[in-house]
Structures are given as C-alpha cells and as structure tokens.
C-alpha cells in the first residue's frame, strides 16, 4: 500500500500544489481497501444497527406474548436505551477509533453482542427488568463500540465521496432490519424464541469476524503525542453555532424519528383487526430505507448534504401528519410504510456526512461522538413519549397524539435544520 502512494505521489507534478493536494485526494477517495472498509462497516452496521432496528418486532412481540402484562411505552424503553446508549457513547467510541483503529473495538462489540443475545436466550417469559437490562442496557453498551467507529473509519477513507459511502453504510442496518425480524418470526414457531436469538448471535459473530478480516483504518498519534486521554471527548464544535444549531434540529427531528417503525405494526393491528400485511411493516420500511439511504448520500454529495436534510427531515414530518394520521385505508398505510421508510433513512443518513463538513477530519469521531451524545437524550425518551400518548391501543383513533407528536416533532426539527442551513450561505442554491 505504501508503495502505491509513493507512485502516485510521484506522478503528482511538484511544482504545483493544486495537482499535489488533487493527487492525494484521489489515493483517499478510492481503491480496493477504502471499498473493502465501506463492506466491512455494511456488516458492522447490519449486525449491530440492525438489531436496534429490529426493536419494532421485539416491541410487538414482547407487548402480545412476552411481556405481555407490561405497558407498550414501557417496553419501548428497552429500544429507546439501546440507542440513547450507542448515542451516548459515541463521544468516546468515536475518538477511540481516531487514535486506535478498529480492531479491538470490534473485538469488544462483536463478541459483546453475540453474548448479550445468549444471555437474553435464557430468560423466562414476564421478566421485564431483566430483559431491560440485557437488551436495552447491555446490548446498547456493547454495540455502541461497533456503530460509531463504523461510520468513522468511513470518513478516515473519504471526503468528496463521503456522504455516498456513509448512505451505503446506513442500508446495513436496514438490511438488518430486514434479516433479523425475518430469522425471528421464521424459527419462532418452529424452534422457539431462545434458539432462534441463538441463531441470530452466530449470524452477528460471522458478520464481525468478515468485517475484522476486511477493514482497514487509518489510526492518529498515541493520546502522549496529541495532548492526552482528556482531547478523547470533544465539545468545542458546540462554539459553531452552525454545529449548535443542526445539533438541535436533530435532536428534535430524532425525538419522533423512530415512532412509526415502533407502533406502526400495533396501530395496524388496531385499525385493521386480522390483516395479514402488517407483520411485514417493518420489513417494507427497512427495505424502502435502503433505497433512501443510498438516494440520499449519491444526491448529497451532488447537490450539498445540508441542502437535502433539512427538506428530507420536512417530508418525513408531513407524511405523518398527511397521509399516516388521516389514513382509512391499509393501502393508504402500506403506502406511508414505504415513503417514511424512504425519507425517514436519508435523515439518519445524512447527518453524520454533514457533521463531518464541518469538522476537521482528525477530529472526525471526537466530533460527530459529542454530537450524537447530546442526540442520545432524544432517543431515549421519543418513543416512550410517544407511547405514553396512546388512549388506547385496540383502537385507531388512540394513537391520534402519538402521530401528531411524531410529525411535530420532525418539522420542528427541520426548522432547525433551516437555520443551520442559512448561517451557511443564505443563497439556498449554492452546494452545502
């Protein structure tokens, strides 16, 4: 690999500085190891990410048999914990995978999950507190050191082409949405609930062991050299007020971001008693995500990343507001399945490619970790709010409030998103 750069560094002509820079870029951006690292934090994704993910059949599940006697928003805390930690903690995982790599984080996270998931393969039906615990305390800890050095060691590979290898990135946890309720549901009736997350774990030990054998990073100087284990965690960027102000429309857009993929397979079953369609809710969302996630990051790279967030984060909004919330219709409601799915994904997977443009890149994961631990708030309690709201679950109109909570929510959110967007540049036509 050295040898490589050195050629092409000798093809750069000296005497100018442009081509040098240009030449440089170029061995950055592309080559077999950068695309390799891309399918390895696919994998990554698709078995961490993938599992949060999967929480809205775990949320069904756990609400008609499991858990059966627990209320639905106090079962979404197991998910919302799980993320609210990934997100908490990526202001040091993130910094973690800037100065060491990758290697032993994934060592940790993979091994972490694959036990969590037998862990959680051993407990008896009814036991709330304990499966909190497991899959929402545990599962969260360990995936957050595999989900933010993921998309990290992406942007140690890429800069012009950033927002197109992170969108990539993010369809691993849609596909993982798709897989693991997919496996689940399948084995359920066939080997039981506890063998079929023991399956589940031997899919995530495969995953991370490709993704260590086919990932490189591209580690900065010991902690002695940079000025000690405190520049770890850092929270300068909240001086841009650019950086400030897209942390706040996150925050709000992530508040009711993650609602529909939660309730959305219960309201069906509410308004549509005996529907046949609705156990594939999460499926159709994820599948749409994937589309959306790779649109987004190809479009953002083009045409500026905060020039189609905050529009995105505006239609997700509105289709819940318009179409999920007057719906009389399953098809009606298929059909916000697949939009929200779509839009829903280009948010989460812009915002880090648009954190990183106004980042120095050796402070790449110290950075986007700050961001997402202050997301991590947002996350936590979202859902649980949202299912608070509900009047009554065996009926449509009980989850009147926990829609319009959602929609607000996300165009609140992309209102702030707005004005990150006009501190920028206030000529909306120009890349950003």
């Given at each position: 690999?050295?040898?490589?750069?050195?050629?092409?560094?000798?093809?750069?002509?000296?005497?100018?500085?442009?081509?040098?820079?240009?030449?440089?870029?170029?061995?950055?951006?592309?080559?077999?190891?950068?695309?390799?690292?891309?399918?390895?934090?696919?994998?990554?994704?698709?078995?961490?990410?993938?599992?949060?993910?999967?929480?809205?059949?775990?949320?069904?599940?756990?609400?008609?048999?499991?858990?059966?006697?627990?209320?639905?928003?106090?079962?979404?805390?197991?998910?919302?914990?799980?993320?609210?930690?990934?997100?908490?903690?990526?202001?040091?995982?993130?910094?973690?995978?800037?100065?060491?790599?990758?290697?032993?984080?994934?060592?940790?996270?993979?091994?972490?999950?694959?036990?969590?998931?037998?862990?959680?393969?051993a407990i008896q039906p009814g036991q709330f507190w304990q499966?909190?615990?497991?899959?929402?305390?545990?599962?969260?800890?360990?995936?957050?050191?595999?989900?933010?050095?993921?998309l990290t060691v992406i942007g140690q590979h890429f800069s012009e082409?950033?927002?197109?290898?992170?969108?990539?990135?993010?369809?691993?946890?849609?596909?993982?949405?798709?897989?693991?309720?997919?496996?689940?549901?399948?084995?359920?009736?066939?080997?039981?609930?506890?063998?079929?997350?023991?399956?589940?774990?031997?899919?995530?030990?495969?995953?991370?062991?490709?993704?260590?054998?086919?990932?490189?990073?591209?580690?900065?100087?010991?902690?002695?050299?940079?000025?000690?284990?405190?520049?770890?965690?850092?929270?300068?960027?909240?001086?841009?007020?650019?950086?400030?102000?897209?942390?706040?429309?996150?925050?709000?857009?992530?508040?009711?971001?993650?609602?529909?993929?939660?309730?959305?397979?219960?309201?069906?079953?509410?308004?549509?008693?005996?529907?046949?369609?609705?156990?594939?809710?999460?499926?159709?969302?994820?599948?749409?995500?994937?589309?959306?996630?790779?649109?987004?990051?190809?479009?953002?790279?083009?045409?500026?990343?905060?020039?189609?967030?905050?529009?995105?984060?505006?239609?997700?909004?509105?289709?819940?507001?318009?179409?999920?919330?007057?719906?009389?219709?399953?098809?009606?409601?298929?059909?916000?399945?697949?939009?929200?799915?779509?839009?829903?994904?280009?948010?989460?997977?812009?915002?880090?490619?648009?954190?990183?443009?106004?980042?120095?890149?050796?402070?790449?994961?110290?950075?986007?970790?700050?961001?997402?631990?202050?997301?991590?708030?947002?996350?936590?309690?979202?859902?649980?709010?949202?299912?608070?709201?509900?009047?009554?679950?065996?009926?449509?109109?009980?989850?009147?409030?926990?829609?319009?909570?959602?929609?607000?929510?996300?165009?609140?959110?992309?209102?702030?998103?707005?004005?990150?967007?006009?501190?920028?540049?206030?000529?909306?036509?120009?890349?950003?």
């Amino acid at each position: 690999m050295a040898e490589k750069i050195s050629i092409n560094l000798e093809r750069c002509p000296s005497e100018s500085t442009t081509d040098s820079e240009s030449c440089k870029l170029k061995e950055r951006e592309g080559g077999c190891a950068a695309w390799l690292t891309v399918g390895g934090s696919i994998l990554v994704y698709y078995a961490s990410y993938g599992v949060m993910n999967s929480f809205g059949f775990f949320q069904d599940y756990y609400s008609n048999d499991f858990l059966r006697d627990t209320p639905a928003s106090t079962i979404a805390f197991i998910g919302t914990m799980q993320m609210a930690l990934v997100n908490l903690l990526a202001a040091i995982s993130g910094p973690l995978c800037d100065r060491y790599g990758i290697k032993y984080l994934y060592l940790g996270s993979g091994s972490g999950t694959m036990l969590t998931l037998l862990m959680l393969s051993a407990i008896q039906p009814g036991q709330f507190w304990q499966v909190f615990l497991i899959q929402g305390f545990l599962m969260g800890l360990t995936i957050a050191f595999g989900v933010q050095p993921a998309l990290t060691v992406i942007g140690q590979h890429f800069s012009e082409r950033r927002a197109l290898a992170m969108g990539l990135v993010s369809t691993g946890a849609a596909l993982g949405g798709i897989g693991f309720p997919l496996l689940v549901d399948q084995l359920l009736p066939r080997v039981g609930f506890a063998n079929a997350l023991r399956l589940a774990a031997l899919k995530v030990v495969v995953c991370y062991s490709v993704a260590l054998c086919i990932s490189t990073s591209k580690p900065s100087a010991r902690p002695e050299r940079k000025g000690g284990y405190s520049t770890l965690i850092d929270f300068r960027g909240f001086f841009d007020l650019r950086y400030a102000i897209l942390c706040v429309g996150t925050w709000f857009a992530v508040l009711g971001l993650s609602i529909p993929s939660y309730y959305i397979k219960t309201y069906a079953n509410a308004a549509y008693e005996g529907n046949t369609l609705s156990k594939y809710f999460l499926c159709m969302m994820n599948g749409c995500s994937i589309l959306g996630a790779t649109l987004a990051g190809f479009l953002g790279d083009r045409i500026g990343r905060l020039n189609l967030l905050w529009p995105i984060a505006l239609v997700s909004g509105c289709l819940t507001l318009f179409l999920w919330l007057p719906s009389h219709s399953m098809a009606t409601l298929v059909l916000f399945v697949c939009l929200y799915g779509f839009s829903a994904s280009s948010v989460t997977a812009l915002t880090p490619s648009v954190v990183g443009q106004i980042t120095p890149d050796d402070k790449l994961g110290a950075r986007i970790g700050a961001f997402y631990s202050v997301i991590a708030v947002a996350s936590l309690v979202g859902t649980p709010i949202g299912g608070a709201l509900i009047t009554d679950k065996h009926h449509r109109d009980g989850y009147r409030w926990l829609i319009l909570f959602s929609g607000t929510a996300l165009i609140v959110g992309s209102a702030f998103m707005l004005g990150s967007r006009l501190l920028h540049d206030r000529d909306l036509r120009k890349k950003w």
